[in-house]
Each structure stands twice: as structure tokens, then as C-alpha cells.
């Protein structure tokens, strides 16, 4: 190469350094303000989250949504594009058909339940997630706090404490008024199937959600037990409340002759296998119930705290009464 044309190669090229560092330098200033303006602007916020309380200082940005109720909520709060993750679809049957395209842009972090080395590995800085994720062989809430992951655990066993944690995260995301306009179209809708069933005798309820040594059943104080009575149903193993969760004795079913048995629909085993274990069982096989196949299938995200409590209200409802739902 020739002396020129080196001096010449040298001064394109010192050019073009200098555009790039001109283009790099504008696009990068306003993102840092934007970022800057978040903080600033943002005003803190303290949430009293069953007994903990929890400190947001600015907006999330990257959230993980651990548990399909949790994920499904985001999405029809229209909080999609935070969410870097979720977990336990094998707890899922997929969406509710409206939230389909949303939900299935969120990346999956865990099939099953959230490990600690993918949640403090994923470069979140807040969590929303079904109690059952931690503590015991689950996450450390304090530890999470550690790397700079904020929180908010969804535990709610009454309409008033899933609505609230509904405000709550509207106030976090700021989208006070979508989250107000959510829970007012949930308290339309459950009260509207209340009216239709007023007037009927409560309809004694199983709920099935798998076998084995016995029935694995909702107890009293479980978010579902809460939707059964608001459907006009009762459950009959009510009266359990030191658990949300139990195995009851297939004598103990007998006893309690429920009319109807409320079957979960997720991975495995399927609700196809459920029900045929049940029709199949000496104990269960004796109830009129199953001899007149009075199954109502509902898949298990429905039945949990999240954004679907009218929706299984009227699902459960038009299962107990088909006749005033035609």
C-alpha cells in the first residue's frame, strides 16, 4: 500500500470512528435518562404482603411470574412485556383463550418449580409467585433480597386478599386504574352467577385432585373451598382447617356422599386416567355421584388465586346447576 493511500485509509477510518462513537453516545443518552427520570419520579412504596413487608423503591423492570396463576394475571393486567419467565406450566393447561398470544411470549424459566440457581441466575429484580415456590425445599426470601430481587408472594385464601394484592401491583406498575377496572368486571361477574344460584340447595362437592393411599382433597381455608361456596357448592371436607391441602380415607368420602366430585385437569395424570381410577375404585365406584358420572373438570390454575376467580365461579357453577345456565 502506498504511502497516500495509508494517510488516506487512516483519515476514513478516523471518520468513521467518529460517527460511531457520535451514534453510540446518542442512542445511549436517552436510555440512561429514561432510566434516570424512573427512579426519580417513582415514588416508593412499602406493601404489607401477608405479615412481610416488602419495600419498592422504582419500577421492576425484569419480573419473574412463578406459577400460571401468577403469569396469566400479569398478562391480562397487560404486564406482559415485564415478565422475563415463569414457572410450573406443568401445573397448566395452557391459557384462557384471550391471553393466549400474550402468554406465549413470556420465556419459560422452569416447567416444573423454580430452581435457585435459574431465579439468581435470570437477572430478575422482582418476583410475583404462588406461595407453594418458597420456603422449605423452595426459595429463600431473604436470600433473594440479597441479589437484589424483590418479592411479593401471591397467598391469597379470600376475594379480599387477591383483590388486594391486584391493587398492589397496580400501584407497583403503576396502572392503578387497569387493576381497579379488573377487580370491578371480577365482582360484576361472581355476583351476577350469586344471583342465579340464591335460591338453590348447596350442592355437596368433592374436590379430586388425585388419588392413591386416599383422596387428595381441598381443605376449608383453600382459595377453591372459597369459589365452591361462591358457585352455590359446599365442600365437603370443609371443616378441615389446620390445612389447605390433604389426603382424606376413601371411608371418610363415602361418609360425606358428595353429589358432585370436581376433578383437576393438569399434566399428569390426566383427567382421562382420574376419572377412570375413580370409577375403577371398590370404595369411590360405590357412590351415586360417580354411578351417575356428577364429574366436573376444571384445570388447577383456575382454582388458584390469580385473575380466573369468575371465571371458575361460573365454570363450577354451570357444573353444579346446568339448568339455570342453558
Not at 38 to 57: H, P
Not at 151 to 160: C, F, P, Q
Not at 194 to 204: A, D, G, R, T
Request: net charge negative; glycine share 8%.
Amino acid at each position: 500500500m502506498s504511502k497516500k493511500h495509508f494517510l488516506g485509509f487512516t483519515a476514513l477510518a478516523l471518520v468513521m470512528t467518529g460517527l460511531l462513537v457520535g451514534c453510540q453516545s446518542t442512542s445511549s443518552e436517552p436510555m440512561k435518562k429514561e432510566s434516570d427520570e424512573n427512579t426519580a419520579n417513582y415514588e416508593s412504596l412499602t406493601f404489607d404482603n401477608y405479615g412481610r413487608d416488602v419495600e419498592i423503591t422504582e419500577k421492576p423492570q425484569n419480573v419473574l411470574t412463578l406459577g400460571p396463576n401468577s403469569t396469566e394475571l400479569f398478562v391480562a393486567l397487560g404486564l406482559t412485556d415485564y415478565v422475563i419467565g415463569n414457572s410450573l406450566d406443568n401445573h397448566s393447561r395452557g391459557p384462557l383463550p384471550e391471553y393466549e398470544s400474550e402468554y406465549k411470549k413470556i420465556p419459560e424459566l422452569t416447567y416444573g418449580s423454580a430452581t435457585r440457581e435459574a431465579v439468581t441466575t435470570s437477572g430478575a429484580d422482582f418476583i410475583y409467585g404462588i406461595d407453594w415456590e418458597f420456603g422449605g425445599e423452595g426459595l429463600d426470601v431473604e436470600e433473594l433480597e440479597s441479589f437484589g430481587i424483590k418479592t411479593y408472594m401471591n397467598s391469597a385464601t379470600t376475594l379480599e386478599e387477591i383483590y388486594q394484592e391486584i391493587y398492589d401491583i397496580g400501584k407497583i406498575f403503576e396502572i392503578e386504574d387497569v387493576a381497579t377496572d379488573f377487580v370491578t368486571d371480577q365482582k360484576s361477574r361472581i355476583s351476577a352467577v350469586q344471583e342465579k344460584v340464591s335460591n338453590q340447595e348447596p350442592v355437596n362437592v368433592l374436590v379430586y385432585d388425585s388419588g392413591g393411599d386416599g383422596v387428595f382433597t381441598a381443605g376449608g381455608t383453600n382459595f377453591e373451598t372459597l369459589l365452591i361456596e361462591l358457585a352455590g357448592g359446599k365442600n365437603v371436607f370443609d371443616d378441615i382447617t389446620d390445612k389447605q391441602w390433604t389426603t382424606v380415607s376413601y371411608e371418610e368420602v363415602l361418609a360425606r356422599q358428595p353429589d358432585v366430585i370436581v376433578v383437576h385437569d393438569y399434566d399428569a395424570p390426566s383427567l382421562e386416567q382420574k376419572i377412570k381410577d375413580i370409577k375403577n375404585d371398590p370404595a369411590l365406584s360405590q357412590l351415586d355421584s360417580v354411578k351417575n358420572e356428577r364429574f366436573i373438570s376444571i384445570t388447577l390454575e383456575s382454582v388458584l388465586p390469580g385473575d380466573r376467580m369468575a371465571y371458575a365461579v361460573e365454570t363450577l357453577a354451570k357444573g353444579f346447576y346446568p339448568g339455570k345456565f342453558e
